[in-house]
Every structure is written in C-alpha cells, then in structure tokens.
C-alpha cells in the first residue's frame, strides 16, 4: 500500500509541475502574442522571438512528458537502428534550437554499421533533452559539438558545451537527481536529466557526465552495440 500511495504521490507531483510549467509558457506566449496583435513591433524582432521561444518550450515539455508515460507504462518499441540515420534525423531541429540559443551546434560524422537496439523514440527524447540542456548552459557564442563513438560493445553518444565546467565537478549522482537544477538559470522544472537517466537505464544503458574545468563539459549517452540492424523479409 505504501509503494502504491508513494508512486501516486509522486505522479501528482510531476503533474502538478508540468501544468506548473505549461502555463508559464503559455502566459508568456498569450503576453507575446497580444503585443504583436497590435502591431507595433513585428514578429522578427525580439518581442516574435519570446513567443516562438514559449511555443518551443512548451512542445518540448509535452514531448518529454508524453516519452516519460511510455517509460513508466513500460511501453517499448524496441527496434534495432543506425545511429547515423538516428544522428541525421534529430540534426536540423538541433542545429535551430543552438541558432535561438544564439550558440552553434557542430555535429561530427558518425561512422556507418554503428548500430543499437533501443526505443527511439525515447532515445531522441534523451539527445534532445541534453542538446537542450547544453545550449542553455554553454557560454554565449559558443560551440556545443555531437559526436558518436563506438567499441567493438558499447557506443558512446558525447555532447559537450563550453560551460565553464561542472561547479560540482563529476558529482553525477547530484547531476541527474530530480528537481535539481545548476547555474544561475533556474527556468525549467530541472526535470531534463532526471528524465534521461530513466530513459537510458530503461534502454540497457546509462548516462553520466564529466567536467572539463575551466572550459566545459561532456555529458554521455553509453548503450549496447549490436552487430548487424535486424533484417526484415521481402
């Protein structure tokens, strides 16, 4: 009885900031939205810029909300994949999210047969979701660069920002504990990497961070390789 009254609480809880956070962006869209209504500025100037920044916000926040069910639902479209065509498909809304970040994305080029077996669905959540967190902390125009890594066993998917480095150094028991936000920007429900920890777990894999004091950081996704992408009949 208590397990069941101690995950209902913590449901409500997630619940309660997601609707927190949700309105938040919306009000701030609606404020936007009303001002451009009367047109004294127009949408390219930055008052545009606030309203595509809240809508942005909020589609990310559903996402994420929508892949954490599938993961508490223990809903799994596993399949195998390239993490190449993977890399391909999540670049170009990457590329604008580090444009309105006002910072750059360098993606490297990801060796071909490198391949996983994961939800990728969930998985995309997960890259997004440290891509995000990584334009949000970098400094201002600075370089955030996506590269993917591979052993015989294990592939490595490395996104590293010029942050300064971790204040906490590699404490990533601290990192990707829920609630737990670092820096002095404190927008978001500092939900991200907790979410992305479950998520690769839930995928065989794991998550951890290490600082480069004085220039940055690197946060890795760390899953199972497997051998071939699995054939499917004619």
Sequence with gaps: MYRIEGEAARGNERLGFFVHELRNLLNTAMLALDVLSRGDVGVAGSTGKVLKRSLAGARELIGRSLAEVRLVQGVQNREQFLVSGF????????????????????????????????????????VENVLQNAFKFTRPQTVVTLRVGASGERVLIEIEDECGGLPCGDANDELFRPFEQRGADRSGLGLGLAFSRWAVEANDGRIYARSLPNKGCVFTIDLPRVAVPALTSA
Excluded: F, K, Y
């Design 87 to 126: 890399i391909e498909e999540l670049t170009p809304g990457a590329m604008l999210a580090a444009q309105a970040s006002g910072n750059s994305l360098t993606v490297m080029a990801v060796d071909m047969g490198v391949t996983v077996d994961a939800d990728r669905q969930v998985l995309a959540s997960v």
